[in-house]
């Protein structure tokens, strides 16, 4: 490659070659692995940050849009209400962990916590709503004392891009009502409406079906249930 | 305030992020977003592209600012790390992309035109200019293309119009002469 003595072995360089940026995206992750593990490679690519940092003073400084700053606010924020809110009722590792070891039991655990949770609670439901062979894609339960109703993604399910989670509830010989939408990523809590807290009882079917974003535009689902199961008490 | 001092409260204020506190990001922000922007500008040759980058830096910097070590690192060559980690990863991702830069690699060459930038040291950078200064042309140009446009030897190579081996052997000996003569 080269006719220069000096120049030796590839990874000689491969810290300079890190920090000027002339490395393939794959060279780039194995000097990121090698920094992670590697003091005096992290030590050679520190000396070349701060050598090199001065070559972007030639850089001319370009002011950004106000809606910048306005984005990365929005985004903390959101970072904060998810921080927030976090607990075990969040924690989808934790969730999917029992969701996925034994589902009954899962169902069994959820409404516990939610009778624990409220203990004027009366019996609450539960369900485990079972995608494509048989494995549980969601489980969710209801606590009947104050109508909220919590599904948990036991699968990794995810929508198409362009695509939303939709949940209903079917009561037995009724047509599908929705519960709004679902998060296939975390657990998500759902108040139901009073006027259909009644019939959210056993033999009820939840189900999830693919819709577009938004939801089903015609208030019955449009796309394929991906996701049923009955509600039954614990 | 001198510069040394503003750069002192620059890392304080890292230093306040670290702890959560939001006002200490936005006075981060206010005092370094411009010079990322064009860094992230002159990356990527796309403004909207570099305002995604740019929200993905700070927030970066909202998560990680207790890495910052203000004994190890000035926090501008720290902010400016993140800033081109950032943008080099999204040009590599978009491969399919290659627009080419806004300007020509030969007009970035033009040290002594920018102003006195109180984000780093004076001192250092004086040093590094000196040191270019004592590469041939073709081999600081080269360095500093890659520096400031993020490109890979490939593309270096394709628009000095030289085979690979030729760009990657005057980069690898550029930077042997620039160690040796910045830890003279």
């Known amino acids: ?234 | 305030m001198d510069a040394e001092a503003r750069r002192r409260e620059l890392a304080a204020a890292i230093a306040r992020v670290a702890g959560g506190d939001r006002a200490a990001l936005k006075l981060v922000y206010d005092a370094t977003s411009a010079k990322l922007f064009g860094i992230l500008i002159r990356i990527l040759s796309d403004r909207s592209e570099a305002e995604d980058v740019l929200q993905d830096v700070y927030l970066t910097v909202w998560q990680k600012a207790d890495a910052f070590d203000a004994a190890r690192a000035s926090p501008m060559t720290w902010l400016i790390a993140i800033a081109r980690n950032r943008a080099i990863d999204r040009l590599r991702s978009s491969a399919a992309r290659r627009a080419e830069p806004i300007e020509a690699a030969g007009e970035v060459a033009d040290p002594g035109a920018s102003a006195v930038d109180w984000l780093q040291s004076e001192q250092e950078r004086g040093r590094l200019e000196l040191c270019l200064a004592e590469l041939e042309a073709h081999q600081s140009a080269a360095i500093r293309a890659a520096f400031i446009d993020g490109l890979t030897y490939e593309t270096l190579a394709a628009r000095a119009g030289v085979p690979l081996g030729t760009m990657k052997s005057w980069i690898r000996r550029a930077l042997i002469k620039l160690r040796a003569c910045l830890t003279r």
């Open chain 1, 1 to 234: 490659m080269s006719d220069d003595p000096t120049i030796e072995r590839d990874e000689d360089f491969a810290a300079a070659e890190y920090v000027l940026g002339v490395l393939s995206a794959k060279d780039r992750r194995a000097a990121e692995q090698r920094l992670a593990r590697d003091p005096a490679f992290a030590n050679e690519v520190a000396f070349w940050e701060e050598r090199l940092a001065g070559v972007a003073a030639g850089v001319t400084p370009a002011p950004a849009p106000e809606r910048a700053w306005t984005r990365i606010e929005a985004a903390l924020a959101r970072g904060a209400q998810r921080q927030a809110s976090r607990g075990v009722w969040d924690s989808l590792a934790f969730w999917r962990g029992f969701a996925l070891a034994a589902s009954a039991l899962a169902a069994a655990c959820l409404a516990g916590l939610i009778y624990v949770g409220s203990a004027v609670s009366p019996s609450p439901l539960l369900a485990r709503l079972d995608a494509e062979g048989g494995k549980a894609g969601f489980v969710a339960a209801v606590n009947t004392g104050d109508g909220s109703l919590t599904v948990v993604p036991a699968a990794l399910l995810a929508p198409a891009a362009q695509q939303a989670f939709e949940l209903w509830l079917i009561p037995p010989g009724d047509k599908p009502h929705s519960l709004g939408l679902i998060d296939p990523a975390r657990p998500v809590t759902i108040r139901v409406p009073k006027d259909l807290l009644k019939q959210v009882a056993r033999e009820a079917v939840l189900a999830v079906s693919v819709e577009p974003p938004g939801g089903s535009p015609t208030g019955a689902p449009t796309g394929p249930v991906i996701a049923n199961g009955k509600l039954a008490s614990l």
